[in-house]
């Protein structure tokens, strides 16, 4: 049985569907996972949705979501369902900067992804970044007592084996990975006003080149 929700601003609907029936597709950080159920103990919710094929329910979005909450022993789980097949426009990149470039090197077909949580074969953890025609960062707020929570669940099988300076390399991958996607915008901001301006002087430069042409309100 599930339940349908509405996220805040959106009109993509959100089901809760049970925790169990969803299939990861990598493997899992231990420090990020724990650095994550920490925070949900913490706030009492879960303040956006998991986004997951609506087919195979393999999660494409928020897989340390999942394993903290099935850690914490709840057993539902809100979830943003995608077609990943019929929807072109869902991506998957091993960066967070191919968002924006394409490189059909980098590029990882979703039938990959899919096939990974199918058949238990987990990816390497962060190995693949999901790109969405929507945001990901549906508000929801959704209180956790209200998904139905048992003993603690066992979920060593989907972590990577890794030492803390391990885990802690893979925090600060995460971060170099922002800053890269921060620098590349900052740039591309950069390069937007440098037209703008260039266009407004072209603009301005007209004259009356032109008989009866009014200047639009910028």
């Known amino acids: ?6 996220a805040e601003k959106t009109s993509l609907g959100i089901e809760v569907v049970p925790i ?8 899992g950080s231990p420090l990020y996972l724990k650095l994550l159920t920490q925070e949900l103990v913490r706030d009492g919710m879960l303040k956006h949705p998991i986004i997951a094929d609506e087919r195979t329910y393999v999660i494409l979005d928020g897989m340390h979501r999942w394993l903290a909450l099935k850690s914490l022993g709840y057993t539902l789980m809100p979830v943003m369902f995608a077609d990943a097949f019929q929807n072109p426009k869902i991506r998957v990149g091993k960066r967070r900067i191919h968002r924006y470039v394409n490189n059909p090197v980098e590029e990882i077909p979703i039938e990959r992804v899919i096939s990974a949580g199918l058949t238990g074969r987990l990816m390497k953890p962060r190995s693949t970044r999901h790109f969405f025609p929507f945001s990901k960062f549906q508000q929801i707020d959704y209180p956790l007592h209200l998904l139905r929570k048992r003993g603690p669940q066992d ?13 802690s390399l893979i ?9 890269e996607e921060l620098e590349f915008l900052a740039k591309r901001k950069e390069e937007v006003e440098k037209e703008k301006e260039d266009f407004l002087n072209r603009v301005k430069n007209l004259g009356n080149s032109f008989q009866g042409y009014r200047r639009p309100k910028l």
């Open 155 to 167: 979920v060593s099988k989907y972590l990577a084996r890794t030492s803390r300076e391990e885990g």
């Open 171 to 179: 925090i600060k991958e995460w971060l170099d990975e922002m800053s």
């Open 20 to 27: 169990d029936d969803l299939k990861p597709h990598e493997m």
């Open 1 to 6: 049985m599930t339940t349908t929700i509405q």
